[in-house]
């Protein structure tokens, strides 16, 4: 069975700091990943979707990878908000089947 | 229009009572899903329609009970809860396979 992992599980960061989220993912035969944001008690909010043939996928300041043989994906957030806090899930797509990761709680300190 | 609706948004039931949870898109998506997410925990799939039947059923108890009316409605009809089936309940749809989930607000459901 596939199993989704995130680290870090939660992360703090001043205003403008750059940084990255980690999913990786145990059976590297996946149709997609796509990363979501939640916010408290409220459904899921898709950020970015990458094919299994695609490297990467880019939406304003989020930038989203795909190293599919190594079973990793990474979110880039460039010059973070305070807006921006919230809980970020990687899920893979196994075909008609989605395998969510542990979450990443992230909170942007003004 | 990229919108899932859920309702109820919250509900209260006692472990005898029978309720439906509904979800509603007119994306034209095939596949529908229903997820079940605990406090501080990601989303666990319980079922899958795709084309209106039913395609997966993640050994989910028979106290819950979907249903695929058309191509535009998910229930989820609910009888006999416990405690522990107290959760945010997730509705998603999809273009079958490859395509982007859009997720509901989901309905928040507390069992007494």
């Known amino acids: 069975k596939q199993e989704v992992t995130q680290i870090p599980a939660a992360l703090s960061v001043p205003e403008g700091e750059n940084l990255v989220l980690n999913c990786s993912f145990t059976d590297s035969a996946i149709y997609n990943l796509q990363w979501f944001r939640q916010d408290p008690g409220k459904g899921l909010t898709s950020l970015l979707l990458?094919?299994?043939?695609?490297r990467e996928q880019t939406s304003g300041r989020l930038n989203a990878s795909l190293d599919k043989s190594s079973g990793r994906s990474t979110l880039y957030i460039a010059a973070s908000q305070p807006g921006d806090s919230a809980t970020y899930l990687c899920a893979v797509n196994t075909g008609n089947q989605f395998y969510f990761g542990t979450g990443t709680s992230l909170t942007v300190i003004p | 229009d990229t919108e899932v609706t859920q309702t109820p948004k919250h509900l209260v039931m006692g472990m005898t009572n029978k309720k439906s949870l509904k979800c509603e898109q007119h994306m034209g998506h095939r596949a529908m899903y229903w997820y079940k997410q605990k406090a501080k925990k990601p989303p666990e799939l319980m079922f899958v329609?795709?084309?209106?039947?039913?395609?997966i059923n993640e050994s989910v108890p028979s106290r819950f009970s979907p249903e695929c009316p058309n191509s535009s409605l998910l229930n989820l009809h609910l009888h006999a809860l416990q405690p522990e089936d107290s959760a945010l309940y997730l509705c998603?749809?999809?273009?079958?396979?490859?395509?982007?989930?859009?997720f509901g607000p989901g309905t928040r459901l507390t069992v007494l």
């Open positions: 990458i094919q299994s043939s695609q």
């Open positions: 329609y795709s084309y209106e039947k039913l395609s």
């Open positions: 998603a749809s999809s273009r079958p396979n490859t395509d982007t989930q859009y």
